[in-house]
DNA sequence: GGCGGTCCTTGATCTGCATCAACCGGTAAA
DNA sequence: TTTACCGGTTGATGCAGATCAAGGACCGCC
């Protein structure tokens, strides 16, 4: 939870060899743009449980995520939480038009992002309806995938949840680096079941069941699809 | 459930004269950008129950709603519903990259919208990054509403969800229609526990709980809040 | 090696909400 | 007027998942 200090390198490598440009904001715009952008973001690493930005903060900057995985949640007064959502590399963070975020995140395991000060990036938007239309297709593809998970929470079981939640995070990181069996898992039981509006108790029971039944198989910090097709039942049922 | 065959009449009235403009993405555009407006977009009436657009049907259109109310929701294979969210006039229906709606909308009570052809919607915002960047805010909007709802969803309690969707309700008509006291409520039951991820027995229950309690005053197709302190604590714990 | 810590799993019990079922009041059709 | 229906309420019971409690695996540290 502590608050990285540092305002970060400038960035050197230069934008058109990033590789998740193409899955980022980034995507829209061209070499020129590409090296404008350069001298106004700064790259940022942060360690394991870092927080990148916390509820309530003001809105100083935005972020590309460059790369691993971070939680974003929401925090109720007496403790409880809701993850509202995994960061992936891509991810465009703290887009909003309140002075204040209206959710935490950190890092899961190290992370590096590439902030932008809020006022210098609108202004480089500004003379930009390509990279704000980018932005504009991102807000909603975000926007679906809440409107998806508002089903899950709302009118899922237990174990349709998980399933759910084990296909989806497979298919975004497929979408990332490939196809592959094996799930990682960075975020830890109590992520999933705050994502899932669970208990740590209820996932781990859920995910042993599953095992039980050979849908997956679980090793430490991943797990193994082993019957794709009976997972996707339960997810769609 | 019908489906309205009728075009629609052309927009006589000047959308200069717009009731709702100002909360519509059209509160971006100046007067030559309305008039244009004008010979693109359909008025449309919708009685109670008809349905607007359906999940998985093409997306031709987007839509301004004017007048009334809308649910609009998504259903899973074996029936289970979840409402994502109710719309009021001035929000704005259909932005979506994917060639399908991602969810069903009906009108609740009688409705009338706004409706333009998605291609010439499309080419009438190309060289408006302005009316642009007010599409962008209400995504932005929707998305927050939408995490905000997730937390509801996933780590709230049945009366926790009703004080809350009660009082969220009020401010957003309270937006629209200025203060009052007694709450409109134009959906059913049903409808309220297919939003709030309940049974209409649990909400029917809560809500002759927050009665006896003395929180809120039950009507016929309204409720009157009578302790908006206590509504808020129990919506804020 | 022993110790404390964190994360995860497992078991026993409890409970909030779902489910099942009946009923009530208003309205519209017969 | 009677009947049927629909939306909403209320009561009795059941169960999925929460809560409480304990133990196991793994780690870094002394």
Redesign the interface.
Same mark, same amino acid.
Do not use: W, Y
């Given at each position: 939870m502590k608050i990285s200090l540092v305002a970060g390198e400038p960035i050197g490598q230069p934008c058109a060899d990033c590789g998740i440009r193409c899955f980022s904001v980034c995507a829209a715009l061209d070499k020129a743009e590409l090296r404008e952008l350069e001298h106004l973001g700064r790259h940022i690493h942060f360690v394991s449980c870092e927080t990148v930005f916390g509820q309530e903060e003001l809105t100083t900057s935005v972020y590309n995520l460059l790369e691993g995985v971070m939680r974003l949640y929401?925090l109720? =007064?007496?403790g409880? %939480? &809701?993850i509202?959502g995994f960061a992936l590399p891509g991810d465009f963070l703290g887009?909003?038009? *309140?002075a204040r975020h *209206?959710?935490s995140a950190d890092a899961i395991g190290a992370v590096a992002v590439c902030r932008f000060s809020r006022t210098s990036f609108a202004r480089f938007i500004e003379d930009k =309806?390509h990279l704000? %239309?980018r932005?504009?297709?991102l807000?909603?593809?975000?926007?679906?995938r809440? &409107?998806?998970?508002?089903?899950l929470?709302? %009118? %899922?079981s237990a174990e349709e949840k998980v399933a759910t939640f084990l296909l989806n995070w497979r298919d975004r990181l497929v979408q990332l680096r490939g196809p592959a069996n094996t799930v990682p898992l960075p975020m830890s039981r109590q992520d999933i079941a705050?994502f899932?509006?669970l208990t740590i108790e209820t996932v781990s029971r859920t995910f042993t069941k599953l095992e039980r039944d050979r849908v997956i198989g679980i090793q430490p910090g991943s797990v193994c699809l082993l019957d794709t097709a009976r997972a996707e039942a339960m997810a769609?049922?």
């Open positions: 929401k109720l =007064p007496d409880r %939480r &809701q509202v887009m909003t038009t *309140s *209206s959710f =309806p704000l %239309r932005i504009n297709e807000a909603i593809r975000e926007l679906s809440a &409107q998806d998970h508002m089903v929470l709302g %009118r %899922r705050d899932l509006g769609a049922a």
